[in-house]
């Protein structure tokens, strides 16, 4: 345990009881700041909790040697004792607990505000589910399912939300790339992140109207500080789809003359054929991504500066038996138990299928105006080009890779952040920022999905926070201004340009009180928006897979949520329990429902979908149980529940996740010989069947029954030629069940993958260094 | 120390200014390159009655999706016991002049199929004449024929099917192009 002290002369501290103390909380490893963190003096019976900077403060002390207590789940307990003479402040390393580490550590976020629900996935938690796409990988948090469209394409649902009122922060930046189609996963590859943090709840003020429903963080490791070269080797191998991915790191730091600048390439290669449900393969289904990032960095004691590229390119096969042009295809589509094509394994991609390119290119840069006050910029631009390639793109082209549709969407944002600490209690975050957007869609049809559209948004927020002993309490405010215009032919054959202009208000109100050191409550109210995308104005056209043709409708009106979510947490040395609730109002929600008019194509007749708006509410709970009965031995008990409701004309939702209950037994074993942190889990996972979903015809198949799936798993670390190996292996659905889920869109057509042993290691490709505390 | 402040201010500054750069493909009009097939002919000669010459036309506007097919005349009208000739016209009615696009399906013959199928009740048979340049050749159907029996009304749909590298003289693969439904009658 490391930490050390700057103490500073510090001007008008006459009075000798009139000392002021800052600490500065950081994870020893990570060097990251750790918020929400109690920090006890053990002679004075004072306490305080540290802020989302990591800093925590007492005022008016008189001199004398105190025991600071620093106490946060996942962590040691630190326990320091510091000679106080004048004000001052130190840093305190923590050290992350190794033996039981929890898989998803209730560790808070620096970007979140703390009042927020939130959960990280990281360490050994992440390593279990490297090689699986981000929405599916995400499963494993209480409050999030996942959207898909077959086994390639997985989107994170959170309390119910998913799409556009989802934002995902890849390394800071908002993820712009063709969220709007629930067949469009995020074009991220998740071997950037070592930890990904999701927000359940509203964070519009901070990150605008796309973060309406919650956010997704991945967070890319700390640049290394130590002078040298560093690197890692991830391999993951999958047996029910062939999979093989390798992804490959390597960082360095300089000294000397150079110190403080550090760098880090990455690279990612993962290729997947067809999956294998119970009894048949599902044809087209593989994928081949290839995916490469650098960054370079400069740290110094009062500022940093950071240049960040990453490109990502995929390919992923769509079932070929989810293809249907008509009512009467999809029609015979449904009736047969399994896809007609025959199939056998093979990793070649046919159409129809995606490929997407995305390109994100992050400057940014910090400084300490003072002690507490700092201000960051960021700025970033992003390509995606996407085009999905069908067979029947042309009625008289022999090409088989002919694109049916094509979307390539530029994106351009600015934000400036002011972060300050004042008058000890308080604390202000401030913030502008800009982006602008183009978006260019080519297809062979007469009209398309999304039209061609341009954008320039701005925002800026201001966000107060108070923390006083055992509480803390936040407000923020936030106002937007969207200008949009859309690009497109008329009914009579036009191009016309109609515009759109939006701006909004948006408020936050929390609190959190630590009730004793075992519990915690927190309360948070968040007001959000969300314009109307072009495709809910403007949309006209047959989606891919789907059989659907979806109508926009340009009176279409903002979309306002008022989310109130309430959470308490009770951990002991025994026993952790985490319950949350949330009631999520949400007044002209967009989507889609049935016309119940048929839509006349030359290729047949579709059922018609029309955007539309309806008062709802979206309500449920989250629970997380973990209890040691034994050291070694504990159970896991997730359980995520969600509800909505159409009050506007009084009927259920449609693709509402059905009720998930996770629940695991864990067993730690002792160490033994190279051998570290042994482990094996057992897991079953019960979806309930989905009875709650509208009683007209918005489906075209009933929801499937529910499901159980068992899982297993085991790994360690393995200490060679000095390096220590992770190994992990995991078996999903060993008992090769058959079953379809509701929210995948492709179970019209066939079951879900059957039965996939994935193995993983994570290999040092340098020996571990002798770690040097000064 | 403050001029590297300066630098990361003028950085700021910099990122807004090229952030408000106009990036604008968006209004970039996109050419409508391909084709509609806006118009279905059945073009039908009786071979025994060189007056017997009955054509019915589908229309639909594709930018109108709502809007039902127009059919004229409203219903194709054939002489009981009788053998016709059936002949297909396409056509892209969106582009000027007229697109004649089953010309370009006839070339593109060897990936595409017709299939006719008559309702229950009404007494007629459809098969095809003409065949494809595959090996073997298999039908394609923009000609065939036609024969009809009792008198009796229903319906005639017709579907073209898009196979490209799958065509195997069968149904099931590949995806349907045009779906198109003529009321029949015959007296």
């Known amino acids: 345990m490391a930490f050390s002290i700057f103490a500073k002369n510090s001007q008008g501290q006459k009075s000798d009881c009139h000392i002021s103390f800052h600490g500065h909380l950081i994870d020893i490893k990570t060097r990251e700041s750790i918020p929400g963190t109690l920090v006890r003096i053990k002679e004075l019976d004072k306490a305080a909790v540290s802020d989302s900077a990591g800093v925590f403060s007492f005022s008016d002390l008189c001199p004398g040697q105190y025991s600071f207590t620093c106490a946060v789940i996942g962590y040691d307990t630190l326990v320091k004792k510091i000679n106080l003479a004048k004000s001052g402040h130190a840093v305190f390393e923590l050290s992350g607990q190794e033996l039981g580490t929890v898989e998803i550590s209730g560790k808070q976020k620096k970007e979140a505000l703390s009042t927020v629900a939130h959960e990280t996935l990281a360490g050994v938690a992440i390593d279990e589910v490297r090689g699986e796409s981000l929405g599916e990988s995400l499963k494993d948090i209480t409050g999030l399912n996942s959207i898909q469209t077959g086994p390639g394409i997985s989107k994170p649902v959170i309390h119910g939300l998913y799409s556009n009122r989802i934002l995902i922060l890849n390394n800071g930046v908002g993820q712009a790339g063709q969220q709007w189609g629930s067949d469009h996963a995020p074009e991220i590859d998740p071997f950037t992140a070592s930890e990904i943090t999701v927000i359940k709840g509203a964070e519009s003020v901070r990150y605008g109207s796309d973060a309406m429903g919650g956010v997704v963080s991945l967070q890319p490791k700390e640049m290394p500080r130590t002078p040298g070269i560093d690197g890692e080797l991830n391999l993951v191998g999958a047996s029910n789809n062939g999979m093989g991915v390798a992804s490959i790191m390597l960082e360095g730091a300089f000294g000397k003359n150079l110190a403080g600048l550090s760098w880090r390439i990455q690279g990612t290669v993962n290729r997947a054929g067809n999956s294998e449900a119970p009894g048949y393969y599902l044809d087209n289904t593989g994928d081949f991504e290839r995916d490469y990032s650098a960054q370079l960095s400069y740290r110094h004691e009062i500022f940093g500066a950071d240049l960040y590229y990453s490109s990502y390119n995929t390919q992923i096969g769509i079932l070929t038996a989810s293809e249907v042009g008509n009512l009467a295809d999809l029609d015979s589509a449904l009736k047969s138990s399994k896809p007609n094509e025959p199939s056998k394994f093979t990793y070649k991609i046919t159409t129809p299928y995606q490929t997407v390119a995305h390109n994100l290119l992050k400057t940014s840069g910090y400084i300490y105006l003072s002690d507490d006050s700092k201000i960051q910029a960021i700025y970033s631009q992003q390509q995606d080009l996407r085009e999905e390639v069908a067979n029947d793109a042309s009625y008289t082209n022999t090409q088989v890779n002919s694109v049916a549709d094509s979307f390539f969407i530029i994106t351009n944002s600015a934000e400036v952040e002011w972060e300050t600490r004042y008058l000890n209690n308080f604390s202000s975050e401030i913030g502008i920022s800009g982006s602008t957007q183009s978006n260019y869609h080519k297809t062979v049809d007469f009209y398309g999905v999304i039209p061609n559209f341009l954008n320039y948004g701005g925002g800026v927020y201001a966000i107060q926070k108070w923390q006083k002993g055992f509480w803390t309490l936040e407000g923020g405010l936030r106002y937007d201004y969207l200008w949009e215009q859309v690009y497109m032919y008329n009914e009579n054959l036009e191009y016309v340009a109609p515009l759109h202009e939006y701006s909004h208000l948006s408020g936050t109100l929390g609190a959190t009180c630590q009730i004793s050191d075992r519990l915690t409550w927190n309360f948070n109210y968040g007001n959000a928006w969300r314009p109307p995308e072009p495709n809910e104005l403007y949309g006209k056209g047959v989606h891919l897979s789907a059989a659907s043709f979806e109508l926009g409708d340009s009176a279409l009106g903002v979309e306002q949520s008022n989310n109130f979510s309430t959470s308490a947490r009770y951990e002991s040395p025994k026993l952790k329990v985490e319950l949350g609730v949330y009631y999520n109002i949400i007044n002209n929600f967009i989507f889609l429902e049935p016309t119940g008019k048929p839509i006349y194509q030359i290729s047949g007749v579709v059922p018609g979908f029309q955007y539309t708006q309806a008062n709802v509410l979206y309500e449920g709970a989250d629970l997380d149980i973990n209890y040691h009965f034994t050291p070694r031995f504990s159970i896991v008990s997730k359980s995520t529940i969600v509800r909505a409701y159409n009050y506007t004309i009084h009927d259920y939702l449609i693709y509402v996740p059905a009720d998930r209950f996770d629940n695991g037994l864990k067993y730690e074993f002792r160490n033994f010989g190279k051998v570290t942190k042994p482990y094996l889990v057992a897991s079953n996972v019960y979806v309930r069947h989905q009875d709650r979903v509208p009683v007209n015809n918005y489906d075209y198949a009933p929801p499937p029954p529910a499901y159980t799936l068992f899982n297993a798993g085991f790994g360690f670390f393995v200490m060679s030629q000095k390096r220590n190996i992770e190994i992990n292996l995991t078996v999903n659905n060993i008992a090769n069940t058959t079953y379809r889920d509701y929210l995948d869109r492709l179970r019209y057509f066939s079951a879900e993958p059957g039965r996939n042993i994935m193995l993983r290691l994570k290999i040092p490709l340098w020996p571990e260094k002798t770690v040097n505390n000064d | ?187």
Do not use: W
């Open chain 2, 1 to 187: 120390m403050k001029n590297f402040r300066n630098v990361i201010l003028f950085l700021m500054f910099g990122t807004i200014i090229a952030s408000c750069n106009k990036n604008n493909v968006a209004n970039v009009q996109h050419p409508l390159s391909n084709e509609f097939l806006t118009t279905t002919i059945l073009n039908l000669q009786n071979v025994s009655n060189p007056n017997d010459k009955p054509s019915i036309s589908y229309y639909l506007n594709p930018n109108t999706p709502t809007v039902p097919p127009v059919i004229t005349p409203d219903t194709l009208k054939l002489t009981k016991n009788a053998t016709y000739t059936c002949n297909i016209v396409i056509l892209d009615q969106t582009k000027t002049p007229v697109d004649t696009v089953s010309d370009v399906i006839k070339q593109r013959e060897n990936i595409h199929l017709f299939f006719f199928y008559p309702t229950s009740g009404l007494m007629l048979t459809d098969s095809i004449t003409d065949h494809d340049t595959n090996i073997p050749p298999l039908p394609f159907g923009l000609q065939s024929q036609i024969k009809t029996e009792a008198a009796s009304t229903g319906s005639l749909r017709v579907v073209l099917r898009h196979q490209p590298n799958v065509k195997n003289g069968t149904y099931g693969p590949g995806s349907t192009d045009l779906d198109v439904t003529y009321p029949v009658s015959i007296k």
